[in-house]
């Protein structure tokens, strides 16, 4: 049986009486790029600091390349198969690039050196300091995988990145997967998770709210009905079985998410007179703010406050 590349079980974290996730439950199979999508203060950064030994969760376990977290000689051995590329990249502003590559490269190799900095070249003989935050992700980009890791991990990689460099790392990160490497990939962008992930989980507020394929997940979520009509809209007669959301938006149309058949739908726009009436596929941005919008006043009801200052991006 092939063992996950990430296996988490019941991960809690606690900062003080604050949440930062809890009861995480989320398996990531070997050679996927698995998305983890949620906005800042989610729970995402919280995760990943957890799975690479950075903070000790509050309860929970979770296991890296089989290796529990935990046992931290084991893990210890198998962090040379592991990159990361953190959320804002620290390096040392007085070294050159190149001497950054060399120190990390005696650390865990660098067989990929060269080829990655052809694909995403920085100014190697540089100090750091002088880099854009395009030529720092780039750096970020090259340090973790040029040791040829099994898994690497990844917090917002592509922040600061132009759009054709972002295009090419896509497409870098398609080719890896298919070389056999897993990605696990947080982000709050939307269209990053439609054009590389296999899959994506969905975080709410430090628990897990969904995980499925990116296709099943769009598939299921229906069509988006925007309505325009010159009489008052009531949205109690558009509560039928079918409706996943319902809203009337500022301009006083009605948006619909919708599964299903139709037959709901046509026999309550018999009431109305028609305007305007346009039918869609769901985009992502479209499920992920159902996620997000159906229980928006469950955190106020549990009595949840906000995360400190210093780790509200977590």
Known sequence: MTVPAINIEGLTKFYGDVRGIEELDLTVPEGELFGFLGPNGAGKSTTIRLLLGFLTPTAGTASILGV???DRDAFLGVRDQIGH???DP???DDVTGRKTLDYLASLSGDERRDELLERFP???DRPVRGYSRGNRQKLAIVQAFMHEP????MDEPTSGLDPLVQQEFYDFLREERDRGVSVFFSTHILSEVRQVCDQVG???NGRLVAVEHIDDLLERSGKVVTL???????LADFDFDETIDARLEPDGSLRLVISGNYDGLVDALEAYRIDDLEVRETAI?????HFYDADEDESEEAGETDLPEEVADA
């Open 85 to 87: 590329i953190p959320g």
């Open 90 to 92: 620290q390096f040392y």
């Open 202 to 204: 969905i975080i709410r």
């Open 122 to 124: 920085v100014p190697l």
């Open 150 to 153: 099994r898994l690497v991990v």
């Open 68 to 70: 529990p977290i935990d």
């Open 285 to 289: 941005e479209d499920v992920f703010m």
């Open 228 to 234: 325009q009509s010159p009489d008052a809209i009531d």
